[in-house]
């Protein structure tokens, strides 16, 4: 069975710092597209940061570009998000997914991913 966990969320201040990290299990971790996406409280689900497959780069939201990086620990199957300069903006529930499908226009999109972890809250106070 897939499966993505995801961990690391919690209160910060404005212009803190997170780590959030994702282990998966269950699929072959090069070969598939995993993404980060969040949705705060009465807006959809938006797009992150994603690594299509390895060897492409890692794509990120203009919203979090230059604040967010995204890496990967391939011996452990785990992705991991460093949030750095962290804002209000950026309170939400932070989801990891993989998606076998999607192909490479669509790796931005929530809906082309499958599989889903469940969530970790991340609250900025300002």
């Known amino acids: 069975d897939v499966q993505l966990q995801a961990s690391g969320g919690g209160l910060v201040q404005t212009g803190g710092s997170l780590r959030l990290s994702c282990a998966t299990s269950?699929?072959?971790?090069?070969?598939?597209?995993i993404g980060w996406f969040r949705q705060a409280p009465g807006k959809e689900r938006e797009f992150v940061a994603a690594?299509?497959?390895?060897?492409?780069?890692?794509v990120y939201a203009d919203s979090v570009k230059d604040r967010f990086t995204m890496s990967t620990d391939n011996a452990k199957k785990t992705v991991h998000l460093q949030m750095n300069g962290l804002l209000p903006d950026d309170t939400a529930v932070y989801y990891c997914?993989?998606?076998?499908?999607?192909?490479?226009?669509?790796?931005?999109?929530?809906?082309?991913?499958?599989?889903w972890g469940q969530g970790t809250l991340v609250t900025v106070s300002s």
């Open positions: 997914a993989m998606s076998s499908t999607v192909i490479f226009s669509e790796r931005t999109n929530p809906r082309s991913y499958q599989h």
């Open positions: 269950g699929f072959a971790f090069d070969d598939y597209a």
């Open positions: 690594k299509f497959r390895s060897g492409y780069n890692i």
